[in-house]
């Protein structure tokens, strides 16, 4: 029987996906659930299992090309004594594939259900979604799509003729901010002209740095960013640490790292301040009942946010499994566009590179941002209950705290900040493990 494999739906928001790589080709046998290609969405990578064991008989559509959810990308034969593979979209698919992906191609009318697109109509002209798609990354508005002849059925305009125009098309500027906020594709022919080897090495971004970059323009542009920096002495933690590193490790099986502490710390505050957890929608603030705790990644292709859910129910411990779970998923290209949606507070530690002080933006539609710099030992004026000063080597760290103006003014930025420092400083160490 064959199976079709389909361009999977990530999330409420994903409409489309960009494969980024096919792991098994025609002829190749299959488990069920093993993974068999990488997609790419605005949200994040991720690898895509088999929905069953067989033999892959054809790929529909091939690396780099982006199309709807739900449109069939591939075929399995379940049963391989039956199997007749198609190699002939493996590595270059057919023209109709290619174009538009109006119509996928069937080894079974019975199996392969065809992929309806959905059109925009522009007068009497209708695009296919591969189109559009292009159209939307290479900042063509729909006026602009109007000029350019089709060369398909009925005039229709393809996936080549957009390149073609592109070719021809004048270069604009390398990043221009429209009322969507997204970068124009630049045409990297005409860039390696200008910028030849070996004096110049172009990138071009893949779909993950696009999106970061449009949502950092974006939020920049939508919130006035106003900045608070306190320093915090986490000597405790520190000292904390380093006696029970080893214990912790042989117990969890991962390292302890200074994240939970300042997750736990940044949670109390926000107990305590609850406006600090909220969105704006108009003129309407919307307070979250709930912490869904944001923690920036560096991930191979860039810097990712996955999310830790209702992170409020959770003690130290579990804390610091959630932390250490969403790190590995996101280095292996594990996370779902699930694990990094609805977030309501974000946390970045720039300090794990050696910097001290950060200035982070803001991770839209949340209205604050903690930066975390290096623990760093230097000498401090230490203050006792009598007044007395004396000089002592302290572990010290500045923190970082970025919010919305339009929502939170001076007086809570500082007063959140300042509870997020007296947790650290007088961080309860029963509740760890």
């Given amino acids: 029987m064959l199976v079709e494999v389909v361009m999977p739906k990530m999330g409420e928001s994903i409409q489309e996906g960009k494969i980024l790589r096919w792991m098994k080709k025609p002829g190749d046998k299959i488990e069920k659930d093993e993974s068999i290609l990488e997609i790419s969405t605005d949200k994040v990578d991720s690898e895509i299992p088999s929905p069953a064991a067989g033999v892959m008989t054809k790929i529909v559509v091939a690396e780099g090309e982006t199309v709807d959810v739900g449109t069939v990308i591939a075929l399995i034969e379940t049963d391989a004594a039956t199997a007749q593979v198609d190699t ?3 590595s ?7 174009e538009s992906h109006d119509a996928a191609p069937a080894a079974s009318s019975e199996v392969l259900s065809i992929a309806v697109p959905a059109r925009q109509k522009n007068g009497d002209r209708f695009y296919s979604p591969l189109v559009k798609t292009i159209a939307k990354k290479e900042g063509i508005a729909l006026e602009e799509l109007g000029q350019i002849s089709g060369s398909g059925l009925n005039g229709r305009v393809t996936k080549q003729d957009v390149l073609n125009y592109l070719r021809t098309r004048v270069v604009r500027p390398h990043v221009t901010v429209g009322a969507d906020f997204t970068l124009v594709r630049a045409d990297l022919k005409e860039l390696q002209k ?13 779909n993950v740095q696009r999106k970061m970059a ?12 106003v ?21 912790f490790e042989k117990q969890e099986g991962f390292k302890l790292t200074y994240t939970p502490f300042f997750v736990d710390a940044t949670i109390r505050a926000l107990k305590q301040f609850p406006l600090v957890n909220s969105s704006l929608e108009g003129d309407v603030i919307v307070i979250k009942k709930f912490i869904n705790f944001g923690i920036a990644v560096a991930a191979p292709n860039g810097l990712i946010v996955p999310v830790i859910k209702n992170a409020e129910e959770k003690n130290f411990l579990g804390l610091a499994r959630a932390i250490n779970d969403l790190a590995v998923r996101t280095r292996n290209k594990k996370l779902s566009p699930d694990d990094i949606h609805g977030g309501t507070f ?23 941002i903690l930066g975390v710099g290096a623990i760093k030992k230097r000498p401090v004026v230490l203050t006792d209950d009598a007044g007395n000063d004396s000089i002592a080597i302290r ?15 001076g007086a809570i930025g500082g007063q959140f900040i300042s509870a997020i420092v007296e947790n650290l400083e007088h961080f309860d160490f029963s509740r760890t493990f």
């Avoid at 270059?92 to 290619?98: A, Q, R």
């Avoid at 900045?227 to 000292?239: F, G, N």
């Fill in 88 to 90: 002939t979209a493996s």
């Fill in 92 to 98: 270059s698919p057919t023209k109709g594939t290619s």
């Fill in 194 to 206: 200008k910028y030849s080897a070996p004096l110049y090495e172009l990138r071009q971004m893949d």
């Fill in 214 to 225: 449009e949502h950092m323009v974006k939020s920049v542009h939508t919130s006035p960013h």
């Fill in 227 to 247: 900045q608070a920096i306190s320093e915090c002495d986490v000597s405790r933690i520190v000292d904390f640490r380093v006696k029970n590193a080893e214990r």
């Fill in 346 to 368: 974000t946390i970045t530690n720039y300090g794990i590179f050696g910097n001290i002080i950060g200035i982070p933006i803001i991770n839209q539609p949340q209205v604050a």
């Fill in 395 to 409: 572990s010290m760290v500045y923190l970082t705290l970025s919010f919305d103006h339009r929502i939170l003014d």
